[in-house]
């Protein structure tokens, strides 16, 4: 249970942050990079276990946010439902996406650009789409209450982003220590092998992509309900699909805490160049492409590997090169 | 439902923005076939070959088609540097690396070129930029039909290039088989590069070819780039003679679905395309199967 009390640690000291840090900047700084934590989380459950990089988890962001934007603005639904409905939604895409892929034997490469192609395509029909607000984007009405899950303080919002990334951590943690998060990691490291010990690759597969993009998902409908706004760039924009996998990338890819360590690296970075040099277009952008370089070039396995006592699994990089 | 007086134009001109879709494509293809990976770089690379075509004219006032001479070599060493440089040593040699440091390529170039040019959208302003030739029954852009020429130029250069130099043949003996050809002396870093290089300037070239009729912003190449990786996969990866027809047939589709569904639903077309072949025949329709 050791990883298990670290994350209540961790989770206990951010939690605590609200009672000491007062300044709204401050706290939007830090509900903004939960939430890239949380989106990350998603693609890490997919891409750091289960080792099928997707370029495209803007479909499952995308999806949650609309789905409870629309459903509150058009159909007068509650935002929690909305908000479960939104989650649920986005699973449904991401085990949709994750047939389709998976049972035609999508790997790599391929698997990047399906994945790419699948948000662009969601992309552009929210932008055309009645139902979406098309190219004006979907307004939800303030109403500051918490039965509308919307806070007048920033500290409540912080809490309930906390809420959704501790619970992102421990379903993290559930699916190391599982007989699932195994043949996960099986499919990672030879997905050809793993087949022949009798592990069902495709199930596996499967199931990891709904998790991930149910967590990814509920990234979306928090940024609906923090920013009351949502349109096909925000939503579908290959903007999000690079965050979520840049998170995890960064901080260590197939570790539970590697999405909320790259998110808080990033953002932070992201922060410091615009203090730096003024808020140009494009500048925080440019950060991140040379620290994702920069990790994959001199910390392979993130950010934490470098602090990890353990030791990289033996014969892993000859084998790459074979 | 349309007359061949419409039809036709618009299959025309699907074909000749294909032959720039293809050559695009190539590049793509090129290194796919011999890196196997897909570089997601490719679209800013692009983006900064058309700003280099757009200076070359407004500051020195040198014709974009001149300018090919000049931006090719000088994107195929930086290309090759790229590779040489930052895609290897980055990546350890695992593909899943090699795709991030290409998609990491991307976000800098993309966005260096964000923050030194901003989002403006610029074009150049040539004498013969709105020429038509007469063919009879319709009239086409010269800039189309240049356009439309070379890029079958570049083909053929292209096929010489690998079929009759030492380089080319090189670069098919790593395809092939990349542990046989270092065994046989073949220095694989060095050809990763060459093959990296050759695909950048397979781009350059497309980018001063398009520079008369279109327009330039740090983000143009990734429209491109979207369409050139439905090319490839519908042509199958690696495989030039895909791209060239995988190029022009969807050059059609897209005119024709324009036409038929309105300009932001005709990139839908050529997605649902995209995803289908992906799913059914991922392997593409002249590629050989994996």
Known sequence: ?322 | MFSPVILIPAILNGLMTGAVYALVALGLTLIYGVLHIINFAHGALLSAAMFAAFFAFHLFGIDPYVATFLIAPLFFAFGYGLQRLAIDPASHGDDRNMLLVTLGLAIVIENVLLYAFRADTRTIDLPYAFDTINVGFTFLAIPRVIGFAAVFVVAILLWAIMNMTDTGKAIRAVAREKLGAELSGIDVAHIYAMTFGLGTACVAIAACLLMPSFYVNPTVGDAFVLVAFTIVVLGGMGSVPGALIGGLVVGVVESLSGLFLGDSLGQIGIFLVFIVVLLVRPTGLFGAKA
């Open chain 1, 1 to 322: 249970m050791k990883g298990f009390g670290t994350i209540v640690l961790v989770i206990a000291v951010l939690a605590a942050v609200p009672l000491v840090v007062h300044s709204n900047s401050a706290l939007n700084f830090l509900v903004i990079m939960l939430l890239t934590a949380l989106a990350g989380q998603g693609w890490n459950i997919l891409g750091g276990y289960g080792g099928q990089y997707s370029f495209g988890h803007a479909a499952f962001f995308g999806t949650g946010a609309y789905v409870t934007a629309i459903l509150q603005v058009r159909y007068g639904v509650n935002a929690w439902p909305g908000f479960a409905l939104g989650t649920a939604a986005g699973a449904l895409v991401g085990a949709v996406i994750g047939a389709l892929t998976f049972r035609a034997g999508l790997r790599g490469s391929y698997f990047a650009l399906v994945t790419l192609a699948f948000a662009e395509v969601l992309r552009i029909l929210a932008s055309v789409a009645p139902i979406t607000g098309a190219g004006v984007g979907t307004l939800v009405k303030l109403d500051l209450h918490a039965s509308a899950l919307q806070f007048e303080s920033r500290a409540a919002f912080y809490w309930v982003i906390l809420a959704l990334v501790a619970a992102s951590l421990v379903i993290a943690h559930a699916i190391e220590r599982s007989r699932f998060g195994a043949w996960l990691i099986a499919v990672r490291e030879n997905e050809d092998a793993a087949r022949a010990l009798g592990v069902d690759a495709f199930k596996v597969k499967l199931g990891a992509m709904t998790i991930s993009a149910a967590i990814t998902a509920a990234a979306g409908c928090f940024y609906v309900q923090y920013f009351l706004f949502v349109d096909s760039g925000i939503a579908y924009g290959t903007r999000m699909s690079i965050e979520a996998l840049l998170t995890p990338i960064i901080g260590g890819a197939g570790t539970v805490f590697g999405p909320l360590v790259g998110a808080l690296v990033v953002k932070a970075l992201g922060e410091g160049a615009t203090f730096v040099a003024g808020d140009a277009p494009g500048l925080n952008l440019i950060v991140y492409g040379c620290v994702l370089v920069l990790v994959i070039a001199f910390a392979p396995r993130g950010l934490i590997g470098l602090f990890s006592w353990r030791r990289a699994p033996a014969g892993k990089r000859e084998a790459a090169h074979g």
